[in-house]
């Protein structure tokens, strides 16, 4: 079974960008569907973004649409996401998580797979 690391968070001010990481190590992430989520305390954990295996089709949550990037790097087994013009409400922790097979789903039940997280923190 491949595990997931997720690296790059950190603070950044409103207008700012980041750009997360996800590693895969002890298997191949390439036939895998990616995405990421977030989870802010006393919310529900939140779709973010996805990409299928090949990294042809990308899929993005309305309220990070224009502002994120998802991509994959499969000869490096990563995955990214490239969080531009940052807002206050994008402060949450970060997941990656992965499904197995490479079917859509926005939804946190169906991914198999979850990296620990990395703390994203936007100030006003």
């Known amino acids: 079974q491949v595990q997931v690391v997720e690296s790059g968070g950190g603070l950044a001010q409103a207008g700012g960008s980041l750009r997360l990481s996800c590693a895969a190590s002890?298997?191949?992430?390439?036939?895998?569907?990616m995405g990421w989520f977030r989870q802010a305390p006393g919310k529900e954990r939140e779709f973010v973004a996805a990409?299928?295996?090949?990294?042809?089709?990308?899929y993005y949550a309305d309220s990070v649409k224009g502002r994120f990037t998802i991509s994959r790097a499969n000869a490096k087994n990563t995955m990214y996401l490239q969080m531009n013009s940052l807002k206050p409400e994008d402060t949450a922790v970060y997941y990656c998580?992965?499904?197995?097979?490479?079917?859509?789903?926005?939804?946190?039940?169906?991914?198999?797979?979850w990296g620990q997280g990395t703390q994203v923190t936007v100030s006003s």
């Open positions: 998580a992965a499904r197995f097979g490479d079917r859509y789903s926005d939804r946190a039940y169906d991914y198999d797979l």
């Open positions: 990409i299928s295996a090949s990294g042809s089709r990308t």
């Open positions: 002890g298997g191949s992430s390439s036939n895998y569907f």
